[in-house]
């Protein structure tokens, strides 16, 4: 039997229209899918965080208090990038700490986390603060392909991660490129080795995810992650009811209550329906791309490159751009391209192609990588592309969050007249400017609602 997690009220709705759904629809689906008999529901972090404060005008901690309360069967299950948390640089220890800490005590049973460059370095405080408060911790492998990302490199990999002390695996495909007989050959390598149970999280964009999803449960891959239809397929998971069916009957029947997903089926259809309406689901995510699997290039990537690119009245460079991703790629030491690392080869790719020669310009971003604040490169970086972009700047060869200052109590501090609990304090240390307007505006708003309530 396989398990399954469902992904529709975070990845799924990440991936193809921007993390843009409500905490009322994600609730509404929620209660329905707890009767389900999913592993996990997947809820939380990734984008969900920022697109509540920045799009929607919503507390991310309050989605997640009403998802708990209606979720009384299933466990809940979020994502975060280990030391990145849900933000763009690394944060202190003690602020990873308290967010393990209020993930959990406000309903998360598991936490996956991952580090874009598989530096478990920046695992390990994420892990140990998971587990002292009574959580499930799933590692996850960012997977990609490249000369150093052998099966021989996942495997030492996954070694090390039982070692560090996670409760399960996971194979995190962020662009959809796994093969069948890869997954197939990966799995059973790893299963192997590891007495973990392993889960396969992939995106359906390049077409082989369903290929790729039979081949890893037929190797002996414990868990899948599925996206109810519509809410997938194109740059989103793979659909749980085709799956679900596929598997009936078999050794790996996930024995999903099929009544319960009819029953949630055109709920969802008409929350998708809302977002083609207004314009924020674009019929391109729901298109099958091969190309991916020559460049690598995960959905979420590929749009912002394209938006970068039209902005500057400039697609006519996109296959040129497409072409420059791999060399930029090499010359940074092959980092898997997923978040953040996928928006900084993206970008400066970009750039490269733009202004005529490579490097000319260089962001923030990844001169910070190569001086090594986001963690070891997988592979050599060219030293003649470090040289030109940091010059002789000190290369930082310990763990990145080493060198950081607690940070909580000085933003607790700080805020003491805009924060109003230990959650909100996070908000502001993950999203400073976007947060601080947000909770100034809710406090404000409630308050005249209880004035107007008193008179």
């Not at 490249?146 to 996971?170: F, M, Q, R």
């Not at 995190?172 to 796994?178: E, Q, S």
């Not at 299963?191 to 290929?211: F, I, R």
């Not at 394209?306 to 902005?311: F, P």
Request: contains cysteine; charged residues 30%; hydrophobic residues 40%.
């Amino acid at each position: 039997m396989v398990k399954i997690v469902e992904t529709s009220l975070r990845d799924g709705h990440q991936s193809l229209f921007a993390t843009r759904m409500t905490t009322e629809e994600v609730v509404k689906l929620a209660r329905i899918y707890d009767n389900a008999g999913y592993r996990a529901l997947e809820v939380w972090g990734g984008a969900t965080f920022d697109a509540c404060l920045r799009f929607l005008n919503e507390d991310p901690w309050e989605r997640l208090r009403e998802v708990r309360k209606v979720v009384k069967k299933t466990k809940l299950q979020m994502l975060f990038r280990g030391q990145n948390i849900l933000g763009y640089r690394h944060y202190s220890d003690d602020v990873v700490d308290m967010f393990c800490k209020k993930s959990i005590e406000n309903g998360i049973d598991i936490i996956r986390v991952f580090d874009a460059l598989n530096d478990l370095r920046n695992l390990k405080q994420a892990v140990a603060s998971t587990k002292k408060y009574g959580s499930e911790c799933q590692i996850a492998l960012s997977y990609t392909t490249s000369p150093v990302h052998t099966i021989d490199y996942y495997v030492e990999l996954a070694k090390e991660v039982e070692a560090l002390g996670a409760d399960s695996i996971c194979i995190k495909d962020m662009a959809g490129v796994l093969l069948p007989e890869d997954a197939k050959k990966l799995v059973k390598a790893i299963k192997k080795e590891s007495k973990l149970p392993l889960e396969l999280h992939s995106h359906a964009t390049a077409g082989v995810c369903e290929m790729a999803y039979k081949a890893a449960i037929e190797a002996g891959v414990d868990i899948v992650d599925t996206s109810l239809s519509p809410l997938s397929n194109g740059t989103a998971q793979p659909s749980t009811q085709a799956l679900a069916i596929s598997l009936k009957g078999t050794k790996y029947d996930p024995k999903l209550n099929m009544d319960v997903l009819h029953e949630a089926e055109p709920i969802v259809t008409e929350i998708v329906d809302k977002y083609v309406v207004n314009g924020l689901l674009n019929t391109k995510s729901l298109q099958v791309n091969p190309n991916l699997l020559t460049y690598q290039v995960p959905g979420g990537m590929l749009s912002n490159m394209i938006k970068q690119l039209s902005d500057q009245g400039a697609m006519d460079k996109y296959e040129e751009v497409l072409r420059e991703i791999p060399k930029v790629r090499k010359d940074l030491g092959y980092p898997p391209l997923v978040t953040p690392m996928s928006q900084m080869v993206g970008t400066q790719s970009v750039l490269n192609i733009l202004n005529g020669e490579r490097y000319k310009i260089c962001i923030k971003e990844v001169k910070d990588y190569l001086q090594g604040k986001y963690g070891k490169a997988p592979s050599k970086v060219d030293p003649k592309i470090r040289k030109k972009i940091i010059g002789d700047q000190k290369v930082i060869r310990c763990r990145p969050a080493d060198l950081l200052e607690p940070e909580f109590e000085k933003l607790k501090k700080k805020y003491k007249g805009i924060a109003r609990c230990d959650e909100d304090v996070l908000s502001l240390a993950l999203f400073e400017n976007v947060a601080a307007e947000f909770l100034k505006k809710k406090y404000s708003d409630s308050e005249t609602e209880e004035f107007e309530m008193f008179i």
